[in-house]
């Protein structure tokens, strides 16, 4: 099911958390809301699921105005930050919930919360309460929960920004895995561009209330539409009064078209990869090698060299 | 300076510190016994040393029960009517956001501030026969002072903080993500309420009506003014205000009723601080 | 008083600070239909058996004019109930913010068997019936004292009265801040060289101000307002009179301007020292 926002405002207060944000989502795709904390990412994602009523635009999914419906109305499966488990019910009846609540018959809801269970491998769980879970497996109940009454659209708010760093990969890939098993039209919020890169297909970056690119992953790196953006996707530095990659500064030893002359002032080696701080003129920027590149230039503290950006 | 940074000095400051401790603890425990632990002792050996054929005698005759009835009536009302006070006004001040909550907060605190006296006179005056509302309602053929209705307003008065007091640290800790994933799972208000709300916060809540049941029980002195007691009516004596005529009066069987009561208040402690041991331990 | 007291909605350049999750959830809700209609059932209630008595008890007193008022507030037995009540309650709550203080300490701080129990006993004076603590004191220091000390009809008694219901108040609010409070600060203060008093006063005792002063005021309001417990060691005597039983008095002879008059002074002092203690506790909160 497709999502459409037109011209949503929020405030807060005195604060403008939305201001006048669009936001298309086709049907089946894997979207990714992007940015800093309190840029309004979450706030849009909340007006989506019905948690925010916006003080001016409209929400629909699959074409239907859903501004005014309230939360429980919706059909929307949602995902919270800190997983918020019922905390007195068993994980069997956690992912339940939503399909007591629709009066579905007993023997129905057994086998979709099997079957759910059965997905986010935690069939041996399903009588232990949250508090027996590890924070990963309270966020794969949470997601079997969101997922258990055949939700329109699944949005999950920084799914996994309060779990360990190898957990949270893990759980990356299987949602990725999930979705391509599922099609359930899904928006996620992260304020992780290693995480937006890596999981979705389209990305939506959002900043001070305002949308300020949406594109694929790679349109994004590549071609980011300002300087927050490109600052926001990756590891920048400043050559010429310009941003670039770190990665796309050439280094040579000798004067070539548009390169201006700078002096290494340090060196530092990380695994494979060398950075070099260089003093130009201009200003300091720092400069990513490999070794290799490193090694050819015979680069040491003091070295003179000449820098220009590739792209 | 250099002796203080010796690493003899832990081991040199641990007797000074556990004969403090011994002190705060023997000044303390004393503090209790004398002020609270004697006096109850004694007046159980008041209470049962007359043997148990008095004992029985006190707190069987009809004055008794017919106070034990009314006692468990008005308070069971007044509970019913605070739990629910208190449960309502606790999501509204946690839950929403409306003009003058603050206020409302400060409000619903006011009954304890109060004197029980005051709390009495405060309804008189406005429910008694010559009271604000009370005229029209006589004339309505319903009897509020002097008559149960009354006993129940001014032992709701006094115990109306006591269940709100206890559900808003609760309700602000465990947030809203609960409810809220209740919401968009379909659950609508009612559903979440009874669902979520109310199962998350019960050892608040039970722990909450214990103490209000406690007070409820126990409340003189608002009873007392509304009660009739003043006018010599027989029928609207609650179990304290039996006591306290049995003392003033220099009739035997004060005791008894007291130590019933304590009981009552010791077991209603006892299971409030399992409910309370209970809730830290998951 | 401060436990329901909730956080007061987030203004303008605090919300602009907070993150936006957050921040949604502690504005709380605009509300709806079922809320509107809970808050007008629960305003009514309010009104009905609160702030309107409350209002009528104010306006009895002002019935017989200001010179009535004035005439009932300083009539001699009237100041003498007032004077009694208002140092008594004072002593009796400086005396337990001490003592609250130190049994919070041996209460958290302390091991000794039994310690479970001492928590159910100090919870006693609390949850036991005005009348039966009442009966308690005079069992113990009435006329026929087992311990040989007869207060009956004393101010002394009045106080003891007094000393055993307000007793938890300050234990209980000063316990769970003492609970979550980082025993490293108190090493780290120690290994600075501070020594054990020290270390109390400067780093624990602090931030313990607020809780005090929170349990102190309950404690305070409850002794102002305190009848049934004093009731029975007073032995109705004119100089152990407090100003509940002096408004009680004058219900009784049907003297209702006067005991409303009474009433609205205890319930200003009451509530003028509520909001003193509030002041130190808000202001010590902020300076820690």
């Not at chain 3, 209630?45 to 609160?50: D, F, G, N, P, Q």
Request: glycine share 10%; charged share 15%.
């Amino acid at each position: 099911m497709s999502i459409q926002a037109n011209g949503v405002t929020k405030r807060f207060g005195a604060f403008v958390a939305l201001d006048d944000v669009d936001l298309d989502v086709h049907a089946g795709a894997l979207t990714a809301l992007l940015g800093p904390s309190g840029g309004g990412k979450s706030t849009l994602l909340r007006v989506i699921g019905g948690l925010e009523t916006p003080d001016a635009g409209e929400v629909s999914i699959a074409g239907r105005d859903m501004t005014r419906v309230p939360a429980h109305e919706r059909n929307v499966g949602f995902v919270f930050q800190h997983y918020a488990a019922f905390q007195h019910l068993s994980v069997f009846r956690n992912v339940a919930f939503g399909l007591e609540i629709r009066r579905r018959p007993k023997a129905e809801v057994r086998r979709r919360v099997n079957e759910l269970l059965e997905l986010v491998h935690l069939e041996e769980l399903a009588d232990r309460k949250p508090a027996q879970l590890s924070g990963g497996q309270r966020q794969r109940m949470a997601l079997a929960r969101a997922l258990a009454a055949e939700p329109s659209v699944l949005l999950l708010d920084e799914p996994f920004g309060a779990l360990d760093t190898k957990v949270r990969r893990e759980l990356r890939g299987w949602l990725r895995a999930l979705h391509d098993e599922v099609h359930v039209t899904t928006v996620f919020v992260t304020h992780d561009q290693e995480e937006a890169l890596e999981v979705a297909d389209e990305i939506v970056v959002v900043n001070n209330g305002k949308v300020e690119q949406v594109g694929s992953p790679s349109d994004l790196y590549d071609k980011p539409a300002n300087d927050f953006v490109m600052e926001f996707m990756g590891p920048v530095t400043r050559l010429g009064g310009r941003l670039v990659r770190p990665h796309d500064v050439q280094v040579t030893a000798a004067h070539v078209d548009g390169a201006v002359p700078g002096r290494v002032a340090r060196l530092q080696r990380i695994g494979f990869e060398v950075r070099a701080d260089v003093t130009t003129a201009d200003g300091d920027l720092w400069v990513q090698l490999t070794r290799g590149q490193a090694d050819t230039l015979e680069l040491t503290p003091g070295s003179d060299v000449w820098l220009r950006a590739v792209v | 300076m250099a002796d203080t940074l010796a690493p003899a000095r832990p081991s040199a400051i641990r007797p000074a510190r556990s004969a403090g401790r011994i002190a705060l603890r023997t000044v303390g425990l004393a503090y209790v016994g004398v002020l609270v632990l004697v006096p109850l002792g004694i007046i159980t050996w008041r209470a049962l040393s007359p043997g148990m054929p008095a004992f029985w005698a006190a707190i069987s005759s009809e004055q008794a029960v017919t106070a034990f009835r009314l006692t468990a009536e008005v308070a069971f009302a007044s509970v019913l009517l605070g739990t629910t006070f208190g449960v309502a006004l606790g999501i509204l001040l946690t839950r929403y956001h409306f003009v003058g909550r603050r206020l409302l907060g400060v409000l619903a605190d006011l009954p304890m501030a109060v004197s029980p006296i005051v709390a009495g006179l405060a309804l008189v005056l406005v429910y008694g026969r010559n009271g604000w509302f009370g005229g029209p309602l006589e004339a309505a053929g319903i009897s509020i002072i002097y008559a149960v209705p009354g006993m129940i307003l001014a032992t709701t008065f006094v115990s109306l903080p006591l269940v709100l007091r206890e559900v808003v640290p609760v309700l602000q800790e465990i947030g809203t993500d609960q409810e809220q994933a209740a919401r968009v799972l379909g659950a609508g208000g009612w559903h979440t309420f009874w669902r979520i709300t109310v199962p998350t916060i019960r050892p608040a809540l039970t722990y909450g009506v214990v103490l209000a049941l406690a007070r409820c029980v126990g409340e003189f002195g608002a009873v007392a003014v509304v009660s009739g007691n003043v006018s010599g009516t027989g029928q609207t004596q609650t179990t304290t205000l039996v006591i306290a005529e049995r003392v003033q009066q220099m009739e035997p069987g004060a005791y008894q009723l007291a130590f019933v009561l304590i009981v009552t208040t010791v077991a209603a402690l006892l299971v409030a601080a399992n409910i309370r041991r209970k809730d830290e331990l998951s | 008083m401060t436990t329901t007291l909730v956080e007061t909605p987030v203004g303008a350049t605090a919300a602009a600070a907070a993150p936006t999750g957050a921040r949604a959830q502690r504005t709380g809700a605009p509300l709806g239909r079922a809320s509107g209609l809970t808050l007008g059932v629960v305003l009514l209630a309010l009104s009905l058996l609160v702030l309107i008595p409350l209002a009528a008890v104010a306006a009895e007193a002002g019935s017989t004019g200001w010179s009535g008022f004035w005439a009932a507030v300083t009539a001699p037995a009237a100041v003498d109930a007032l004077v009694l009540t208002v140092t008594s309650s004072f002593v009796v709550t400086a005396i337990n913010a001490v003592m609250g203080t130190l049994l919070a300490w041996v209460l958290v701080r302390d091991d000794f068997p039994g310690k479970r129990w001492v928590e159910l006993v100090i919870d006693v004076p609390f949850a036991l019936p005005t009348i039966v603590a009442g009966l308690v004191i005079l069992s113990v220091y009435g006329r026929n004292s087992p311990v040989g000390i007869d207060l009956f009809g004393t101010r002394w008694g009045v106080m003891v009265a007094l000393l055993f219901v307000t007793l938890p108040f300050v234990a209980r609010t000063v316990q769970p801040t003492l609970m979550a409070f980082d025993r490293d600060t108190e090493r780290a203060a120690a290994t600075l060289g501070a020594r054990p008093a020290t270390v109390f006063r400067r780093i624990v005792l602090p931030p313990l101000v607020p809780a005090i002063a929170a349990g102190a005021a309950l404690a305070f309001a409850r002794a102002m307002g305190e009848y049934g417990s004093v009731l029975l060691i007073s032995g109705g005597l004119d100089k152990t009179q407090v100003s509940s039983m002096y408004a009680f008095s004058l219900y009784e002879s049907y003297d209702f301007p006067g005991a409303a008059a009474t009433a609205t002074v205890l319930l200003v002092v009451s509530l003028v020292v509520l909001v003193g203690f509030e002041i130190v506790s808000h202001r010590a909160g902020r300076r820690g």
